[in-house]
């Protein structure tokens, strides 16, 4: 049976008929409008007492204690975290395909065509916003997330589900609202570490609203929470993630959806899973249609708030005085009222589980940032030895631009970001309307990757400040221990501070909220009398509402503040006390991190200039190294072949999607697994064939075509994928590992073959390598004496195909410079499936190819 599939223009048509609102706009513009207008009147109440707190703090100061650490004013402009290659499942015509995905320094998912695309600085087939998204590794847990969001629509036992992967190791991106994203890779390894990464993109675009901003910012955050405390939503909200758009695009859904679920659920046709597919692909059109509407509804009220800002803070600083005195005496009025009735709600039902909280949150805070220290004491003291053995300041350069980008490596950090999964408030979640835990658990985890930064650039700086002074590699290893010490001090109190600031903050998050829902029914209704008191001319500047909840949580804050001191005294957790603050213990170092940013390989590699512009290009752009080189038709390859169809190339242009059809790969899971099969029970006699599949023959010819290939090369005629780079523009040919018992030259390493689909085994960086070559392991390892070192990336944990002895080494070539997506990114952005790249385009447009997606 087909499915009766509503589009875009069906959905508004639907819902719109169904409202009984046809002449009158479509119902879920009306939504929206209706939302949007509400949020917009909290955002300039909440504008007008953000500036007044901005120019207030900036007159009086009262700032906290000062940071030991240095701070890193731009940590990875120009970097490429991660890049590699996995299947994508592409909705258009059910099929799976090969895609290199590239991570940037903005955290953004780049996908290309291949590596060959990206090489050539073809424009991206998507580009995608992680905020908001669940990165899930079972199909399982998958469908478990779908069925509950349609509800009465359940797939009988035994039919097809609405997803098949090919292989055992799936990563799924699920959205409440926007469309989802399918992946497989081909090894648990992989599956690890792409996870790792994916996590940390969304770790990072969930952190999408600017703390720089000291106006907008706060104005935003307590106009959403307003909002719907007005709607009695009081607690922690999880969608409160991304930038504003986003932020106010879920908020739309949160109310649209349900009417959208009732309205058009009844009146799908099909079988369930197509149902389910329908409803996820409206949910994901209506999504697109409100974020371009709020957008420019939001759009709009910002630009009105700022042409307003200069005469609000012009009358701000001419009567601070006055707006102060005026705040105070209301303060005091309100808090006659309310303050007798706060603390016996929290002398009943707060104080006696702060401690409860504050344990349940310490524990594995605590843990993490005592993994940081560990990890960034073992990285320095492994470089330090590495040093000992192979000596001199070159190899001291490839180690200290590997340090510098340790806080931003997904799966080092992965360690110190575990730590924080075992947080649970269980009772207390209840308690306190808390609905989960990853609001805390995310917030911790960018404390934890910022402190690291901190110390390493602290490192850094003061190594750079003492080179002048060294005599010999003595002098130098001796001068690093010195300093990591004393790093390591400041990182004890800076770590401290920091943590003790997410209690309270922590703290006050769940608590506050608990008690203005307590509160409301006998205090909210009664705070409209307190508004005569004050003047007209400053009412933009104070408001009755946050005064309010100033007061209530003045009546927690000493309970709060007593729990996280007598905390601190507990010698489990690693915290100071609070008598033990240093100021201006090293005043010298904050002078040193003014400076220029310090660029090791351009300032320390002795080479001309011309050949350090190339190099600079080649080398120190992936902070992550995990590609190599995909010249070797592996057993991922094969996978790669069954799913694009052995003997033709990748079509450039999707099929005419047929929404009806059950989703299935091209050849069929069976298919691929025999394929995968068959391929791992070779011998190794044909790695010498499976070396060579014409990318080298192509891109020494120039030629354009990204088929094009060498036909003795590749059986069938399957074009080459494009060989995958260490970093942005790096081409590294790789080999096959040695068969057993193969000599490995001295000074020379085997490089690991690393295939041209989509699952490249997936490494953990390590530093006992040859410079430019690299050596099969199956563990990430600590460098050790006496070990080389890489000159330009770790390694990947490939799984390569034996080739037979004697087979020779290929040796890395330079590559080509790439594009880096833009910062301005919010999300997915329309980008020509074919051709160069051209200006990101007007954001809502609708898809236009396979797996083209639009800016949302």
């Keep these: 049976m087909c499915c009766f599939f509503f589009g875009p223009v069906d959905f508004v048509v639907c819902f719109r008929s169904s409202c009984g609102r046809a002449g009158h706009g479509s119902a879920a513009a009306e939504k929206t409008g209706k939302v949007l207008g509400e949020f917009c009147r909290c955002y300039k109440e909440q504008y007008g007492v953000a500036l007044f707190n901005s120019v207030r703090y900036e007159i009086e100061g009262n700032g906290g204690p000062q940071a030991q650490l240095l701070h890193r004013k731009v940590p990875l402009e120009d970097h490429v975290i991660y890049s590699g290659n996995l299947f994508q499942y592409i909705e258009e015509n059910k ?25 050539r600085d073809l424009a991206p087939r998507v580009l995608v916003n992680s905020a908001g998204y669940k990165i899930l590794t079972s199909v399982d847990q998958y469908l478990e997330l ?82 719907r405390q007005a709607k009695e939503q009081y607690g922690t909200w999880d969608m409160l993630c991304g930038n504003e758009i986003q932020v106010l695009s879920n908020l739309v859904m949160e109310e649209l959806l349900p009417e959208l679920r009732t309205t058009i659920g009844p009146r799908l046709k099909g079988k369930a899973q197509e149902r389910q597919r329908t409803w996820i692909q409206i949910s994901d059109a209506v999504y697109r249609m409100v974020y371009e509407q709020t957008k420019a509804q939001y759009d709009a009220v910002m630009a009105k ?78 470089m330090n030895m590495n040093i000992v053995n192979e000596g001199g300041l070159e190899k001291l350069v490839e180690y200290m631009e590997k340090l510098s980008h340790l806080a931003f490596h997904p799966v080092k950090m992965q360690s110190c970001y575990e730590k924080m999964d075992q947080l649970k408030l269980e009772g207390l979640q209840q308690r306190f309307d808390v609905s989960s835990t990853s609001v805390f658990k995310q917030r911790a985890q960018i404390h934890m990757r910022q402190q690291m930064d901190d110390a390493v650039y602290t490192f850094e700086t003061l190594l750079h400040q003492e080179l002048g002074k060294l005599q010999g590699k003595d002098d130098l290893c001796k001068s690093i221990q010195r300093i990591l010490e004393r790093v390591l001090k400041k990182y004890d109190y800076d770590s401290s501070t920091v943590r003790k600031k997410f209690f309270r903050e922590a703290l006050l998050q769940i608590t506050i909220p608990f008690l203005l829902k307590k509160l409301a029914p006998t205090c909210k209704g009664e705070l409209a009398k307190f508004q005569e008191l004050i003047f007209e001319d400053f009412a933009s500047f104070i408001l009755v509402e946050n005064t309010y909840e100033e007061v209530v949580l003045q009546s927690v804050m000493k309970d709060i503040m007593q729990a996280v001191k007598e905390a601190a005294v507990q010698r489990k957790h690693n915290l100071y006390r609070d008598s033990m603050v240093m100021h201006n213990s090293d005043p010298n170092l904050h002078l040193l991190g003014e400076g220029m940013p310090i660029d090791w390989g351009e300032e320390y590699s002795g080479q001309p200039e011309a050949e350090l512009a190339a190099d600079k290009r080649r080398r120190a752009k992936q902070v992550v190294s995990v590609i ?15 799913l694009l169809q052995p003997g033709s190339p990748e079509p450039q242009e999707p099929e005419e999607p047929n929404r009806g059809a059950a989703p299935s790969s091209p050849a069929g899971v069976e298919e691929i697994r025999e394929a995968l099969a068959k391929e791992s029970l070779g011998d190794g006699v044909k790695a010498e064939e499976r070396l060579t599949n014409g990318t080298d023959a192509t891109r020494e010819s120039g030629a354009t075509e ?117 910062d301005k990114e919010t999300g997915e952005e329309v980008a020509p499936p074919s051709g160069k790249r051209s200006p990101p385009q007007p954001t809502g447009t609708t898809e236009s190819g396979e797996g083209v997606q639009t800016e949302f």
């Excluded at 998912?109 to 090489?119: G, I, P, R, S, W």
Aim: net charge negative.
């Design 706 to 822: 990204e088929g094009a290939v060498v036909a003795e090369s590749v059986p069938g005629g399957v074009p080459p994928q494009g060989p995958t780079s260490e970093g942005a523009g790096v081409h590294c040919t790789t080999a096959v590992s040695p068969a057993p018992g193969a000599e490995v030259p001295s000074g020379a390493g085997v490089q690991r073959a690393a295939p041209a689909s989509p699952m490249t085994a997936s490494p953990v960086p390590r530093a006992d390598v040859p410079s430019g070559a690299s050596v099969q392991h199956a563990a990430p390892a600590s460098p050790k004496p006496g070990a080389d070192v890489p000159s330009e990336a770790e390694v990947p944990h490939a799984a390569p195909a034996s080739p037979a002895p004697g087979a020779e080494t290929p040796s890395p070539s330079a590559g080509t410079a790439c594009h880096q997506p833009s």
């Design 146 to 227: 779908v069925n509950s969001s349609l509800p009465g629509v359940m797939p009988k036992s035994g039919h097809s589900p609405i997803l098949k992967c090919p292989t055992d190791f799936p990563l799924i991106l699920w959205h409440p609202y926007a469309r989802h994203y399918y992946f497989c890779v081909m090894t648990g390894k992989e599956q690890e570490k792409w996870r790792a990464v994916f996590q940390d993109c969304v770790r990072h675009c969930n952190n999408g609203i600017s703390e720089d901003s000291k106006v907008e910012a706060p104005a935003f955050t307590d106009a959403v929470r307003m909002y």
């Design 628 to 642: 190599q080189d995909d010249e070797g038709v592996l057993p991922y390859e094969v996978g790669a072949e069954a």
């Design 305 to 382: 708030c700022e042409q307003e800002r200069p005469q609000m803070e012009s009358t701000i600083r001419t009567d601070m005085d006055q707006i102060i005195t005026s705040k105070e005496h209301l303060a005091s009025k309100i808090r006659a009222f309310v303050l007798p009735k706060a603390e016996v709600c929290v002398r009943n039902h707060v104080q006696p589980y702060i401690s409860s909280i504050l344990e349940a949150l310490m524990t594995p805070t605590s843990q993490g940032f005592a993994e940081v220290r560990e990890v960034f004491f073992k990285e320095v003291t492994d």
């Design 95 to 119: 099929k799976w395909r090969n895609r290199f995905c590239v991570v940037p320094h903005n955290y953004g998912l780049v996908l290309y065509e291949n590596k060959l695309a990206y090489e």
